[in-house]
């Protein structure tokens, strides 16, 4: 039986709109600053959020997402943090994740605004690689997903710590190998999107390329599978390489290759790495606005499946499952 079965058919406490907060630390600091995430982590996270209907704001603190149901804030918490925690090996990064999920029934700005104030003030109350929501939200689950969440404190001792009163904390680690079942939702971006193509265009030159065309070398040397002009190139500056089912540009160049991502930003690489989403621009050597050469142009399929995946989320009456 649902656990809202007893309430009055007037009383709706589904909140409007769900605040997920997502923060990162120095996991070795015994200061709990916020971080800023590494680009690359950032980039795709945002994207991961972005693809379960989220509106996602980046600031300082972390990201933030508004979400219009419990269902897709928790599916976008799960995936991020299993998502971020494996990028995050593979970079052998020192930053360590934690999300809060905050409801509020009222959807004006000030609402919102205060929601995401708690959020923010929660997370400095966390611990690494937890996901905690408020009771309201906790209460929209399903009985399987509940029995996967327990209190972060003792009703004795909320006393002392008021804050943590009635939050929880979602096993995550166990939802995320079985996220689909968990909230029924269809399966993320790149589940839907079959075999992953990046389309490049450079000058008049359009290529396909598929995972089994990697690692693909661009950069002024005869060499390269693609030839760059223009004197900030370097011989060979960089590659795509496909690895945990997406492209990534390596920088491995001189002066460095600047990104414009599918969020308007131009991020600076010098021997990184940076995961293609969406669609942009890569402008070696030099800023877009300072090119001397032609730039190179990346369009991703799974961008393709970004309609399709938007239609097929849930409306904000959804509930959770579990089997």
């Not at 590494?38 to 990201?63: E, N, Y």
């Not at 937890?130 to 399987?144: A, F, H, I, M, W």
């Not at 991502?261 to 690489?269: A, H, I, R, S």
């Not at 293609?276 to 190179?296: F, M, N, Y």
Request: glycine share 6%.
């Amino acid at each position: 039986m649902s656990a809202n079965a007893n309430l009055a058919p007037d009383a709706d406490p589904r909140p409007t709109a769900v605040v997920l907060h997502l923060g990162f630390t120095d996991p070795l600091s015994s200061l709990r600053v916020p971080l800023p995430p590494p680009p690359a982590l950032r980039i795709a996270l945002t994207a991961q959020i972005g693809a379960r209907g989220g509106h996602v704001l980046d600031s300082t603190p972390g990201l933030s997402a508004f979400h219009g149901s419990v269902s897709q804030a928790v599916q976008a918490a799960v995936e991020a943090l299993s998502k971020g925690t494996s990028l995050l090996v593979d970079e052998t990064a020192r930053v360590a994740l934690r999300a809060v999920l905050v409801g509020t029934r009222d959807g004006s700005d000030a609402a919102r605004a205060a929601a995401l104030t708690r959020a923010y003030r929660l997370l400095t109350l966390s611990r690494d690689n937890t996901l905690l929501l408020t009771r309201d939200l906790y209460e929209q689950l399903d009985s399987g997903l509940r029995e996967r969440a327990r209190l972060v404190i003792s009703p004795a001792l909320a006393d002392e710590q008021p804050e943590l009163m009635d939050l929880f904390d979602l096993d995550w680690i166990n939802c995320a190998p079985r996220a689909a079942q968990v909230t029924q939702i269809v399966e993320p971006l790149d589940a839907l999107a079959g075999e992953e193509l990046l389309e490049l265009t450079h000058g008049g030159v359009q290529l396909r390329l598929s995972p089994q065309d990697c690692p693909f070398t661009l950069g002024r040397d005869k060499s390269c599978a693609l030839q760059l002009d223009g004197d900030v190139a370097s011989r060979v500056h960089g590659q795509i390489e496909f690895v945990h089912d997406k492209f990534y540009f390596v920088d491995d160049s001189r002066n460095g290759t600047y990104l414009l991502t599918p969020q308007g930003e131009e991020v600076y690489l010098h021997r990184e790495r940076l995961p293609l989403l969406g669609r942009g621009v890569i402008s070696p050597g030099a800023p877009i606005v300072k090119q001397t050469g032609e730039v190179v142009r990346y369009a991703c399929r799974s961008e393709q499946s970004l309609s399709a995946l938007a239609a097929s989320l849930p409306t904000p009456a959804a509930e959770l499952s579990i089997h």
